[in-house]
């Protein structure tokens, strides 16, 4: 089955630099990834989708990448803000099992 | 547009009982997922019901069940209940069925298992 890997540790940004968050996948191409913005104590928000057939996504200050040579996905925010801290997960799908998600990397943006 | 909706928000049960939590999609929506998320594991599917018929199902035991409403609600029950069984339930809803869509997800219900 499908597994997603995203760095568990927290990444500490500097208010106005660029954050870059990796997903990895192990096993198959999926035919999509999707990116979700969790806060404590609330639900996923949908952030961004990228199908493998696409090399990049981009939305206001988010852009998003699909390598499926190297089997990763990244997310990037530009001009990063303190309100961009979060939990942002990673998840795939394509078959009948739903999404799978990653454990998600703690973002902090520090002023 | 009303977000999904779940209730309870918060639950506190005694090992060995039942539960059931309720989730409302978006107007519109036909398609409901349940997740659940816990620390160790993160957010794992439990399955997903369109058209008051069930898809999919992961990787969870008979204990945990479901069902669809006419009006596209949603409940899942969880029997037999187990200590790990702790945990932020989710409910998502997408207009139409499969993964390859955006779900909206509602706010959650905790369980918690004593």
């Known amino acids: 089955s499908q597994k997603i890997e995203q760095n568990s540790e927290a990444l500490n940004i500097q208010e106005g630099k660029t954050a870059t968050l990796t997903c990895n996948y192990t096993?198959?191409?999926?035919?999509?990834l999707q990116w979700y913005r969790q806060d404590p104590g609330r639900g996923p928000v949908f952030l961004l989708l990228?199908?493998?057939?696409?090399k990049e996504k981009r939305k206001e200050r988010l852009k998003v990448t699909f390598d499926t040579t190297l089997k990763q996905s990244l997310f990037h925010i530009t001009a990063s803000q303190p309100a961009d801290s979060a939990t942002y997960l990673c998840?795939?799908?394509?078959?009948?099992?739903?999404?799978?998600f990653g454990k998600g990397t703690h973002l902090i943006i520090q002023p | 547009k009303a977000g999904v909706t779940q209730t309870p928000r918060y639950l506190i049960k005694t090992r060995g009982q039942q539960v059931t939590l309720s989730c409302s999609p978006i107007?519109?929506?036909?398609?409901v997922s349940w997740y659940q998320q816990t620390p160790g594991q993160g957010l794992q599917f439990l399955f997903e019901?369109?058209?008051?018929?069930?898809?999919n199902k992961g990787n969870f035991p008979g204990r945990f069940s479901g069902r669809q409403f006419s009006n596209s609600r949603s409940e899942m029950n969880v029997s037999t209940l187990e200590l790990g069984d702790s945990a932020l339930y989710l409910c998502?809803?997408?207009?139409?069925?499969?993964?390859?869509?955006?779900?909206?997800f509602g706010p959650g219900t905790r369980l918690t298992v004593t």
């Open positions: 998840a795939s799908g394509g078959g009948a099992d739903g999404l799978t």
């Open positions: 096993n198959y191409s999926p035919a999509y």
């Open positions: 990228i199908r493998e057939n696409e």
């Open positions: 107007s519109g929506h036909r398609s």
């Open positions: 019901y369109f058209s008051e018929t069930q898809r």
């Open positions: 998502a809803s997408s207009f139409v069925a499969g993964a390859a869509y955006e779900q909206y």
